[in-house]
């Protein structure tokens, strides 16, 4: 690379293309997806703009938001196209829907045409956020496979920057848009499609590289810079809720959210560097010494092939399931206890949560918190999801490496953890909220990095693109018993008594709010019940996989790795 003129010229565009078809570069560029990928987190940004356009009522407006969480929640249609077409395939079909789904939401709020009817904006807003899903399984499952021994840290690292990718589109967004939330809707439409498409033919499956300590460091490089943004992220979004931001000031903001968020950039390029470098030198002489001979084992003949049209069905091998770690098929998997397990863990903690999520500003308000502070406590989850999501990433990988910890032993902590955040909302006490808000998003966002490494681990990776998306279905559904039919009720039912002893009843107001510490109560402490129930059946995946875990789970990906490099 130090040759001048022509042919240094040469030596630098090789070196570029070297950078953009390696392995880091394809990370990067997955961060970047990842963090045009939660605009579903946005809703309530712009949920007013829809229900002042439109004409809508609350029911209506939570209709639709039903059928944002069902899209985003959804994935198993962009696993199994996954699955029969290439990567760059995934990620434009995605692009397609996020930019045609919310395009359509935007000419409607806007009025460019006529008013659609309620159905076709339930079917536009889950089209448009069930895009997310594409990305997820064109970015996340790709990077998975090209780090398999580090797919802890990088699941952590993917989706923490999911978990920061409202704030970051709300930063761009002000710098565009300014305080314009109707534009906001055609921003989440533009923006992270353009993201894909930039990148659709970075996003591939790499040979896998024999694992170094050195990549370990790298990803702790990435999760440093990682971190340094969602700090700075925090800090902005405080300093604009407290003060006035001018137009230049909200640029300025912007401006150095894209240059943290681009840093990873740098340490993708000094690792394809060095990777250059390395292949750039000689070769070394190096003397082999020639092994003795040694006899060979005689092996068992092994059974004689079976005549052609007996292979099985795969109805017919459900019970006839692989050791854990190799690779399952779908149906395998999808009726294996330990998935029944996870499904049921999953239900609950990741049901409780979105539901108190879901309640944080009319658990502030029946407890008296003034609606600045309200919005501090979505803040406060929003930041404290992505750390949720990295540590669970980092540490659980660190455990399972150095001391052969089960990672759904980290599940059943988490779920232990969540039951805490709950329970301080069911027996209120001053600040209480703010302690609450911090543990049920640490939670929150611990959880599904978790989920999403563990059916990696059992299942294997080859039909991995469908089953983390089935992993996760149990999230819309926990949402919707725990949220609509138990939480929602309950609420409902104390207010109306609280009116009974004002001697009114349900007629007599336009809307029912119930204030008091009673108000959330007893339906936290059911929530708080059934993710303990929750930690409980984790812990028995806990006492079923521990042996699997004492072994050395990723032996065979690093025997693919030598035998690669060895054969190239």
């Given at each position: 690379?130090?040759?001048?003129?022509?042919?240094?010229?040469?030596?630098?565009?090789?070196?570029?293309?070297?950078?953009?078809?390696?392995?880091?570069?394809?990370?990067?560029?997955?961060?970047?997806?990842?963090?045009?990928?939660?605009?579903?987190?946005?809703?309530?940004?712009?949920?007013?703009?829809?229900?002042?356009?439109?004409?809508?009522?609350?029911?209506?407006?939570?209709?639709?938001?039903?059928?944002?969480?069902?899209?985003?929640?959804?994935g198993?249609?962009?696993?199994?196209?996954?699955?029969?077409?290439?990567?760059?395939?995934?990620?434009?079909?995605?692009?397609?829907?996020?930019?045609?789904?919310?395009?359509?939401?935007?000419?409607?709020?806007?009025?460019?045409?006529?008013?659609?009817?309620?159905?076709?904006?339930?079917?536009?807003?889950?089209?448009g956020?069930?895009?997310?899903?594409?990305?997820?399984?064109?970015?996340?499952?790709?990077?998975?496979?090209?780090?398999?021994?580090?797919?802890?840290?990088?699941?952590?690292?993917l989706?923490?920057?999911?978990?920061?990718?409202?704030?970051?589109?709300?930063?761009?967004?002000?710098?565009?848009?300014?305080?314009?939330?109707k534009?906001?809707?055609?921003?989440?439409?533009?923006?992270?499609?353009?993201?894909s498409?930039?990148?659709?033919?970075?996003?591939?499956?790499?040979?896998v590289?024999?694992?170094?300590?050195?990549?370990?460091?790298?990803?702790?490089?990435?999760?440093?810079?990682?971190?340094?943004?969602?700090?700075?992220?925090?800090?902005?979004?405080?300093?604009?809720?407290?003060?006035?931001?001018?137009?230049?000031?909200?640029?300025?903001?912007?401006?150095?959210?894209?240059?943290?968020?681009?840093?990873?950039?740098?340490i993708?390029?000094?690792?394809?560097?060095?990777?250059?470098?390395?292949?750039?030198?000689?070769?070394?002489e190096?003397?082999?010494?020639?092994?003795?001979?040694?006899?060979?084992?005689?092996?068992?003949?092994?059974?004689?092939?079976?005549?052609?049209?007996?292979?099985?069905?795969?109805?017919?091998?459900?019970?006839?399931?692989p050791?854990?770690?190799?690779?399952?098929?779908?149906?395998?998997?999808l009726?294996?206890?330990?998935?029944?397990?996870?499904?049921?863990?999953?239900?609950?903690?990741?049901?409780?949560?979105?539901?108190?999520?879901?309640?944080?500003?009319?658990?502030?308000?029946?407890?008296?918190?003034?609606?600045?502070?309200?919005?501090?406590?979505?803040?406060?989850?929003?930041?404290?999801?992505?750390?949720?999501?990295?540590?669970?990433?980092?540490?659980?990988?660190?455990?399972?490496?150095?001391?052969?910890?089960?990672?759904p032993?980290?599940?059943?902590?988490?779920?232990?953890?969540?039951?805490?955040?709950?329970?301080?909302?069911?027996?209120?006490?001053?600040?209480?909220?703010?302690?609450?808000?911090?543990i049920?998003?640490?939670?929150?966002?611990?959880?599904?990095?978790?989920?999403?490494?563990?059916?990696?681990?059992?299942?294997?990776?080859?039909?991995?693109?469908?089953?983390f998306?089935?992993?996760?279905?149990?999230s819309?559904?926990?949402?919707?018993?725990?949220?609509?039919?138990?939480?929602?009720?309950?609420?409902?039912?104390?207010?109306?008594?609280?009116?009974?002893?004002?001697?009114?009843?349900?007629?007599?107001?336009?809307?029912?709010?119930?204030?008091?510490?009673?108000?959330?109560?007893?339906?936290?402490?059911?929530?708080?019940?059934?993710?303990?129930f929750?930690?409980?059946?984790?812990?028995?995946?806990?006492?079923?996989?521990?042996?699997?875990y004492?072994?050395?789970?990723?032996?065979?990906?690093?025997?693919?790795?030598?035998e690669?490099?060895?054969?190239?």
């Open positions: 690379m130090g040759e001048s003129g022509g042919g240094g010229g040469t030596n630098w565009f090789h070196f570029m293309l070297h950078v953009i078809r390696g392995r880091w570069f394809s990370v990067f560029a997955s961060f970047l997806i990842m963090a045009g990928a939660g605009a579903t987190y946005l809703f309530g940004t712009y949920s007013k703009d829809i229900k002042a356009s439109l004409g809508y009522d609350q029911s209506t407006l939570n209709l639709l938001g039903f059928f944002k969480d069902l899209g985003a929640n959804v198993v249609p962009s696993g199994l196209l996954g699955e029969i077409t290439p990567t760059w395939f995934v990620l434009l079909v995605g692009s397609g829907m996020n930019f045609a789904g919310y395009l359509m939401i935007w000419l409607a709020v806007t009025g460019k045409i006529p008013k659609p009817a309620v159905w076709h904006m339930c079917a536009y807003i889950c089209i956020a069930n895009s997310q899903n594409f990305a997820n399984t064109g970015a996340l499952v790709t990077c998975v496979k090209n780090f398999p021994e580090s797919r802890g840290n990088m699941i952590g690292l989706k923490g920057f999911t978990g920061l990718s409202g704030a970051i589109l709300t930063q761009v967004y002000l710098a565009v848009y300014g305080n314009d939330s534009s906001l809707i055609l921003l989440i439409g533009w923006l992270p499609a353009a993201i498409v930039i990148f659709v033919y970075t996003i591939r499956i790499i040979p590289v024999q694992h170094t300590s050195h990549e370990a460091k790298v990803f702790y490089h990435f999760l440093y810079a990682s971190i340094v943004l969602a700090l700075f992220l925090m800090v902005m979004t405080i300093l604009e809720k407290v003060m006035s931001f001018p137009r230049e000031a909200y640029a300025a903001s912007a401006t150095g959210c894209i240059v943290l968020l681009f840093v990873p950039l740098a993708a390029i000094r690792e394809e560097l060095a990777i250059w470098n390395l292949k750039k030198q000689p070769p070394s190096v003397t082999v010494e020639k092994p003795a001979e040694i006899e060979p084992k005689k092996e068992p003949l092994p059974p004689p092939d079976e005549p052609k049209g007996s292979t099985k069905s795969c109805f017919l091998t459900i019970c006839d399931k050791p854990r770690g190799e690779d399952y098929t779908i149906l395998q998997a009726l294996s206890i330990d998935m029944l397990i996870l499904f049921v863990a999953t239900f609950g903690g990741l049901g409780s949560s979105l539901t108190a999520i879901d309640n944080l500003g009319q658990i502030g308000e029946s407890l008296g918190y003034p609606t600045k502070t309200i919005k501090s406590f979505v803040s406060l989850v929003s930041i404290w999801n992505y750390f949720g999501r990295v540590f669970a990433g980092f540490v659980s990988e660190g455990l399972l490496a150095k001391y052969k910890m089960p990672r032993l980290m599940l059943t902590l988490v779920l232990v953890l969540s039951c805490i955040g709950l329970l301080l909302i069911a027996f209120p006490f001053p600040g209480s909220v703010y302690v609450a808000s911090v049920i998003g640490f939670s929150f966002g611990a959880q599904l990095p978790l989920i999403f490494a563990i059916i990696s681990e059992l299942f294997g990776l080859k039909y991995y693109s469908t089953l998306n089935c992993g996760q279905l149990a819309p559904l926990g949402s919707y018993i725990l949220n609509v039919k138990v939480t929602g009720r309950l609420y409902d039912h104390q207010a109306v008594k609280e009116l009974a002893k004002k001697g009114m009843n349900r007629s007599d107001v336009k809307e029912l709010i119930c204030i008091g510490v009673k108000c959330y109560r007893l339906p936290f402490i059911i929530l708080a019940c059934v993710t303990c929750g930690a409980l059946v984790s812990f028995i995946l806990v006492i079923r996989t521990r042996e699997f004492r072994s050395d789970i990723y032996k065979k990906f690093r025997e693919n790795a030598e690669s490099s060895s054969s190239s």
